[in-house]
């Protein structure tokens, strides 16, 4: 059964600081990998991909990917209130053929003014 | 602007209605689209991959029966809840796959809210 886990959280983090969020897969072939933010009641929406181990910066998002750990986080800087949601971890299901994601549970953040 | 028209984003219907709900990728051709159900305060759990000019694929547990999938164009996938019933009330997501790479993000609908009475 492959899986990707998050914790649940909330975690929470006070107005301006670093937001980290974790995420785990089991399967070791993954490729694909992509943070998504969904607030409540609305569908997701797409932070970062990224394929390649190291890290990728988009703005105050970076992601952070270690195959070798199968391991992929996303930081947030400079957290804001607007950044509270639910941020989402999935993972491209390799040898599908169709591009299947396997999702995370999600993480709940939560940004205190 | 938007990738992916969802339609409606809200339905309020009685016990034993059928419920039609679309999915329309509006920038590119979509062989494939995902249809997921969310229920309250849980992850997305994907329901059936839907597969242009052939039958759908049911994830397991999924009953084709009662969840019937057509995408019978390149743009447009349909789910129809049939005969639906109070625990099928959910919030509904569609999403498209570019196609054009493995590694191309899924882009997600605005979600349809199913509330059945």
């Known amino acids: 059964q492959k899986e990707v886990e998050q914790n649940s959280g909330p975690l929470s983090v006070p107005e301006g600081a670093i937001a980290s969020l974790n995420c785990t897969y089991s399967?070791?072939?993954?490729?694909?990998f992509f943070w998504y933010r969904q607030y409540s009641g609305k569908s997701p929406e797409l932070i970062m991909s990224?394929?390649?181990?190291g890290d990728k910066e988009d703005g105050r998002f970076t992601a952070q990917l270690n195959k070798a750990s199968q391991y992929v986080s996303l930081l947030i800087r400079d957290s804001q209130p607007s950044d509270s949601a639910t941020y989402l971890c999935?993972?491209?299901?390799?040898?599908?053929?169709?591009?299947?994601?396997?999702f995370g549970t999600g993480t709940r953040l939560k940004v205190l003014a | 602007g938007a990738v992916v028209s969802q339609h409606p984003s809200w339905v309020i219907c009685k016990s034993g209605t059928s419920v039609k709900i679309e999915c329309r990728s509006l920038?590119?051709?979509?062989?494939?689209m995902f249809w997921y159900r969310q229920f309250p305060k849980q992850s997305l759990m994907l329901m059936a991959t839907?597969?242009?000019?052939?039958?759908?694929?049911?994830e397991q547990g999924v009953e084709k029966d009662k969840f019937l999938i057509n995408h019978a164009s390149l743009t447009l996938s349909t789910l129809t809840v049939t005969s639906a019933h109070p625990e099928d009330s959910s919030f509904y997501i569609c999403?498209?796959?570019?196609?054009?790479?493995?590694?191309?993000?899924?882009?997600f609908g605005d979600g349809t809210r199913l509330s059945i009475l």
């Open positions: 920038d590119f051709q979509a062989t494939t």
């Open positions: 839907s597969n242009e000019g052939s039958k759908a694929t049911y």
């Open positions: 999403s498209v796959n570019p196609g054009t790479g493995h590694g191309q993000p899924q882009h």
């Open positions: 399967d070791r072939v993954s490729q694909s």
């Open positions: 999935a993972v491209n299901e390799e040898g599908s053929g169709t591009y299947k994601y396997i």
């Open positions: 990224i394929y390649s181990n």
